[in-house]
């Protein structure tokens, strides 16, 4: 079992930057599929970006492609997610999971805790 714990949240103005991480316990985080997901109030967690066991496949949600990217150190077992361009409907409890693959976002578990992003308009 991969134990995650976010950081890096904080407030933001629109239009900024800001990078979470994820690091994980465990001795089997390099086996896994990394994703991030985010929940703002009020409405349903909603997938962001993932990451295979390799890096060599990243996945997109549409609303975030070519402002986030996401990276791995299997050496260090951290996830990492570059936020650009920042909007305000993007605030939201940001969370990293784990899965067996790439392909299915139902797959994702073993939550962390989350991270809260603010974006001030």
């Known amino acids: 079992q ?3 714990v976010e950081s890096g949240g904080g407030l ?3 239009g900024g930057s800001l990078r979470l991480s994820c690091s994980a316990s465990g001795r089997t985080f390099s086996r896994y599929a990394m994703g991030w997901f985010r929940q703002a109030p009020g ?3 909603e997938f962001v970006i993932a990451i295979s066991w390799s890096g060599g496949r990243t996945d997109y ?3 975030v492609k070519g402002r986030f990217t996401i990276s791995r150190d299997n050496a260090k077992n951290t996830v990492y997610l570059q936020m650009n361009s920042l909007k305000p409907e993007e605030q939201a409890v940001y969370y990293c ?3 067996p693959g790439m392909g299915n976002t139902n797959a994702f578990g073993s939550w962390g805790q989350g991270t809260q992003v603010t974006v001030s308009s």
């Open 12 to 14: 933001v103005q629109a």
């Open 43 to 45: 409405k349903e967690r």
């Open 97 to 99: 999971a784990t899965a």
């Open 2 to 4: 991969v134990q995650l």
């Open 61 to 63: 949600a549409d609303s």
